[in-house]
Nanobody, 124 residues
Framework: QVQLVESGGGLVQAGGSLRLSCAAS????????MGWFRQASGKEREFVAS????????WYSDSVKGRFTISRDNAKNTVFLQMNSLKLEDTAVYSC?????????????????WGQGTQVTVSS
C-alpha cells in the first residue's frame, strides 16, 4: 500500500520561507514522478510543481515559478518543496502526489496516490 506523508507546513510571514517534505513508502519511489498540489479554502486543487523520476526535469505553475523549487532524494524516498518569497495567496493545504509514470505534469489524472496534506498559512 502506497503511503505519502507530508510535513513542514506552518505559519510564516509574507516574504518568508518554508520547506515541505513528503515521505513515500509502498512502492519503488524512483520509478515514478512526483508532484505537489495545493488547495486554498473554497477553491479547487491546483498544480504547483512536479519532478521526473530521476529529478532531471521539473515543471512549475506560473504562480510559483522563480519562488518555489521542487527536488527529490531517491535514496530517502522523499520529495521536497522549497518555498521562498511566500505571499498571502500561497496559503493553502499542500499535498504531494505520486504519478503513474516517469514523468508527470499539471493534470490530476496523471497521479494515482495522494497524501493527506499539510497546512501552509502566510500572514501579513
Amino acid at each position: 500500500q502506497v503511503q505519502l506523508v507530508e510535513s513542514g507546513g506552518g505559519l510564516v510571514q509574507a516574504g518568508g520561507s518554508l520547506r515541505l517534505s513528503c515521505a513515500a513508502s509502498g512502492r519503488t519511489f524512483s520509478d515514478y514522478a512526483m508532484g505537489w498540489f495545493r488547495q486554498a479554502s473554497g477553491k479547487e486543487r491546483e498544480f504547483v510543481a512536479s519532478v521526473s523520476w530521476n529529478g532531471g526535469s521539473t515543471w512549475y505553475s506560473d504562480s510559483v515559478k522563480g519562488r518555489f523549487t521542487i527536488s527529490r532524494d531517491n535514496a530517502k524516498n522523499t520529495v521536497f518543496l522549497q518555498m521562498n518569497s511566500l505571499k498571502l495567496e500561497d496559503t493553502a493545504v499542500y499535498s504531494c502526489a505520486s504519478a503513474k509514470g516517469y514523468f508527470s505534469g499539471r493534470r490530476k489524472y496523471e497521479y494515482e496516490y495522494w497524501g493527506q496534506g499539510t497546512q501552509v498559512t502566510v500572514s501579513s
